[in-house]
């Protein structure tokens, strides 16, 4: 089993549609979770964190069930700009002080005027 | 805050020629810092973490002496890919944990191409 896998898509929807992605990790001492954005050729950019109660921050909006290791990502009214793929990512404790981080393959978005 | 530079972005060079990347954490001290490799459509894989002062941690089936990693000071860290094959050429970014060590943020990559 993968250790993070995505839906790799693509999602194509029109403008100003709602869209959900969602994630499933297998490492259950996984203890940080976040959405990443990146843009063809480019580097990740986080999106936000992602907590087991529910986050949001403008049109996106993230959450985690940690007994179903599970993550998802809704984004309402979707912009052309949001074009890109959204990467799932998990950080686990690696020894050291320092964590890792594994990530999805992404799901690729493409909204439509 | 929290900007990454890397350095070059992109780099063309023949095959048996050694290439180095810089990574810089510009606004912050990164005791920590990452090096992926990104081939087409696949995932972001961790190559190895470099801490500063001492020798890097290197993934199963990443070899040390192929990608010498040196993180000489608290912003940054330099990778050489030693003896370039085609099969290197792949997207190789950088990443440095701020105050918060389980957030990563990126440089934007240094596309390699090994002809």
């Known amino acids: 089993r993968k250790e993070v896998e995505q839906d790799p898509g693509p999602f194509n929807v029109p403008e100003g549609a709602t869209v959900a992605f969602n994630c499933t990790y297998s490492n259950s001492a996984s203890q940080s979770f976040f959405w990443y954005r990146q843009d063809c050729r480019k580097e990740p950019k986080l999106l936000m964190s992602v907590y087991s109660s529910g986050n949001e921050d403008g049109r996106f909006t993230a959450q985690l069930n940690r007994a179903s290791q599970y993550i998802s990502l809704l984004i309402r009214d979707s912009k052309l700009s949001d074009s890109a793929t959204y990467l799932c990512?998990?950080?686990?404790?690696?020894?050291?002080?320092?964590?890792?981080?594994?990530f999805g393959k992404g799901t690729k978005l493409s909204v439509i005027p | 805050g929290a900007v990454v530079s890397q350095h070059p972005s992109r780099v063309i060079c023949k095959s048996g020629t050694s290439v180095k990347i810089e990574c810089r954490s510009l606004?912050?001290?990164?005791?920590?810092m990452f090096w992926y490799r990104q081939f087409p459509k696949q995932s972001l894989m961790l190559m190895a973490t470099s801490n500063e002062g001492s020798k890097a941690t290197y993934e199963q089936g990443v070899e040390k002496d192929k990608f010498l990693i040196n993180h000489a000071s608290l912003t940054l860290s330099t990778l050489t890919v030693t003896s370039a094959h085609p099969e290197d050429s792949s997207f190789y970014i950088c990443?440095?944990?701020?105050?918060?060590?389980?957030?990563?943020?990126f440089g934007p990559g240094t596309r390699l191409t090994v002809l």
């Open positions: 990512v998990v950080s686990a404790y690696s020894g050291a002080g320092s964590y890792q981080l594994t």
């Open positions: 606004d912050f001290q990164a005791t920590t």
């Open positions: 990443s440095a944990t701020p105050s918060r060590p389980d957030t990563q943020y």
